[in-house]
């Protein structure tokens, strides 16, 4: 069993420049659109996160080819077409920790010709499936055992599939994307009618060129797809990804006399509710040399310590752009001065673990009061002073890898000592965190 580690020194201030590791959405979403490409796509910069990795791997038991040269950054997958996937008997694809290779993997399997066992980790069991379960049932596709709604879960496509109507009121891109991809296989026109949310998969099909129709209607996007209509294998370059960029923003905005550049981050606008939040709160925080690539904004990040943050009664329409990033901003919130409020994050409970209990947990455990509210929400009493000089332990929080790197992140502006333990649990999504953490920031943290 790895070792839990050590945190006893608050970071130096420091000017520094760096590159995060690479998004984790996006790269999910090229492999598995490569892989139902015609022809090699390639991919530089594909996040190399046991995620990743793990979708990969499924994908190869899947017949598909695919050349992943780690050292000179760049992977080739060589698709064949829509229903191009091999199903060999007895098939089990694992999708460990990743609910995104799992719910969207799952949605390109509806016209699989066996059943497939789809499993996962603890943490992924515990998830909800049913989510994805009733809309792909709707195109056809069954599901073993009946009434089961968490993994270890059965799939056996169909050769009947037909176009459904489906609406998504939880701003979950997950659950959009995956009745996406499963329009792909889908003779006809699938119309989904969605509460907004991030907007990669949408981006790439338009990008792709595949038969999409976006439209906006008050507080709601209608999407349409046309299914069953080949497309040609294409080159992505994967920027860096805002989420794993949220808590080196945190860290220097509550680190004295630090300021940071984060190098070619996705800045796409359903994905940066983190900055427009800590703006609001005195955060200084700004994008330059902005640039459009193949439909995603792709920015430098900008941020310096602040004396002082205010606190926010944080408006929901930005939660689900800032969804991954609210354990940071809950540790943010804990040093502003007032009562910040934040409002309908049910989905925040649906994640890796339960992150709204477990940002009011860690909250409680620093001496920050803090109370959970109805609609889902919490209250924050911030201590523009807070100074910790006690013993702190993480532990047991199902390997949540964001649970793990807000504690982090805690103890190296915060003080006091830390004993956190399951570190490996960021390899999930940001395997060069504690080493951009060491290396190129100079925190000292006994690993």
């Given at each position: 069993?790895?070792?839990?580690?050590?945190?006893?020194?608050?970071?130096?201030?420091?000017?520094?420049?760096?590159?995060?590791d690479?998004?984790k959405?996006?790269?999910?979403?090229?492999?598995?659109?490569?892989?139902q490409?015609?022809g090699?796509?390639?991919?530089?910069?594909?996040?190399?996160?046991?995620?990743?990795?793990?979708?990969?791997?499924?994908?190869?038991?899947?017949?598909?080819?695919?050349?992943?040269?780690?050292?000179k950054n760049?992977?080739?997958?060589?698709?064949?077409?829509?229903?191009?996937?091999v199903?060999?008997?007895n098939l089990t694809?694992?999708?460990?920790n990743?609910g995104?290779?799992v719910?969207?993997?799952?949605?390109l399997?509806?016209?699989?010709s066996?059943?497939?066992?789809?499993?996962g980790?603890k943490?992924?069991?515990?998830?909800?499936?049913?989510?994805?379960?009733?809309?792909?049932?709707?195109?056809?596709?069954t599901?073993?055992?009946?009434?089961?709604?968490?993994?270890?879960?059965?799939?056996?496509?169909?050769?009947?599939?037909t176009p459904?109507k489906?609406l998504?009121?939880?701003?979950?891109?997950?659950?959009?994307?995956s009745v996406?991809?499963?329009?792909?296989?889908?003779?006809?026109?699938t119309k989904?009618?969605?509460?907004?949310?991030?907007?990669?998969?949408?981006?790439?099909?338009?990008?792709l060129k595949?038969?999409?129709?976006?439209?906006?209607i008050?507080?709601?996007?209608?999407?349409?797809?046309?299914?069953k209509?080949?497309?040609?294998?294409?080159?992505?370059?994967?920027?860096?990804?805002?989420s794993?960029?949220?808590?080196?923003?945190?860290?220097?905005?509550l680190?004295?006399?630090?300021?940071?550049i984060?190098?070619?981050?996705?800045?796409?606008?359903?994905?940066t509710?983190?900055?427009?939040?800590?703006?609001?709160?005195?955060?200084?925080?700004?994008?330059k040399?902005k640039?459009?690539?193949?439909?995603?904004?792709?920015?430098?990040?900008?941020?310096?310590s602040?004396?002082s943050?205010?606190?926010?009664?944080?408006?929901?329409?930005?939660?689900?752009?800032?969804?991954?990033?609210?354990l940071?901003?809950?540790l943010?919130?804990?040093?502003?001065?007032?009562?910040?409020?934040?409002?309908?994050?049910?989905?925040?409970?649906?994640?890796?673990?339960?992150?709204?209990?477990w940002?009011?947990?860690?909250?409680?455990?620093?001496?920050?009061?803090?109370?959970?509210?109805?609609?889902h929400?919490?209250?924050?009493?911030?201590?523009p002073n807070?100074?910790?000089n006690?013993?702190?332990?993480?532990?047991?929080?199902l390997?949540?890898?964001r649970?793990?790197?807000?504690s982090?992140?805690?103890?190296?502006?915060?003080?006091?000592?830390?004993k956190i333990?399951?570190?490996?649990?960021?390899?999930?999504?940001?395997?060069?965190?504690?080493k951009i953490?060491?290396?190129d920031?100079?925190?000292?943290?006994?690993i």
């Amino acid at each position: 069993m790895p070792k839990p580690i050590i945190i006893n020194h608050t970071i130096k201030k420091y000017n520094k420049k760096i590159r995060v590791d690479s998004d984790k959405s996006l790269s999910i979403r090229f492999a598995l659109l490569a892989s139902q490409a015609i022809g090699k796509s390639k991919a530089y910069n594909l996040l190399k996160s046991e995620d990743v990795v793990s979708t990969i791997n499924c994908l190869k038991k899947l017949g598909v080819k695919i050349t992943w040269d780690k050292k000179k950054n760049f992977c080739i997958i060589n698709g064949n077409g829509l229903n191009s996937y091999v199903y060999k008997d007895n098939l089990t694809l694992n999708g460990n920790n990743s609910g995104t290779c799992v719910r969207l993997l799952t949605s390109l399997l509806i016209n699989s010709s066996k059943k497939i066992k789809i499993v996962g980790d603890k943490s992924l069991s515990k998830r909800d499936m049913k989510r994805i379960i009733d809309p792909l049932t709707e195109f056809g596709a069954t599901f073993y055992p009946k009434n089961k709604n968490t993994l270890p879960l059965y799939i056996k496509g169909s050769d009947y599939l037909t176009p459904i109507k489906y609406l998504e009121l939880k701003g979950s891109s997950q659950c959009k994307s995956s009745v996406m991809l499963a329009a792909l296989l889908t003779p006809g026109e699938t119309k989904l009618i969605c509460k907004p949310s991030r907007n990669h998969t949408e981006l790439l099909f338009k990008y792709l060129k595949i038969p999409i129709k976006i439209k906006k209607i008050k507080n709601y996007e209608i999407i349409k797809i046309k299914g069953k209509q080949n497309f040609k294998a294409f080159n992505y370059n994967i920027p860096s990804d805002i989420s794993s960029s949220a808590f080196f923003i945190v860290l220097t905005l509550l680190s004295k006399n630090s300021k940071l550049i984060l190098k070619e981050v996705g800045v796409n606008k359903s994905r940066t509710g983190v900055i427009e939040i800590l703006n609001k709160m005195g955060a200084k925080i700004n994008l330059k040399n902005k640039k459009n690539y193949k439909g995603e904004i792709v920015a430098d990040i900008h941020v310096k310590s602040v004396k002082s943050l205010k606190a926010i009664n944080c408006p929901s329409k930005l939660n689900t752009t800032a969804i991954d990033e609210f354990l940071i901003i809950f540790l943010a919130a804990a040093k502003a001065k007032g009562v910040s409020c934040f409002k309908n994050l049910e989905e925040l409970n649906k994640k890796e673990s339960r992150r709204l209990d477990w940002g009011s947990k860690i909250l409680s455990m620093i001496g920050v009061r803090n109370k959970l509210i109805k609609n889902h929400g919490i209250k924050i009493w911030g201590q523009p002073n807070l100074k910790l000089n006690k013993k702190y332990e993480i532990k047991n929080y199902l390997k949540d890898h964001r649970v793990m790197a807000m504690s982090t992140i805690a103890a190296l502006t915060l003080g006091g000592e830390w004993k956190i333990h399951e570190p490996e649990s960021i390899k999930t999504s940001f395997p060069s965190f504690f080493k951009i953490l060491q290396k190129d920031l100079g925190s000292k943290i006994n690993i």
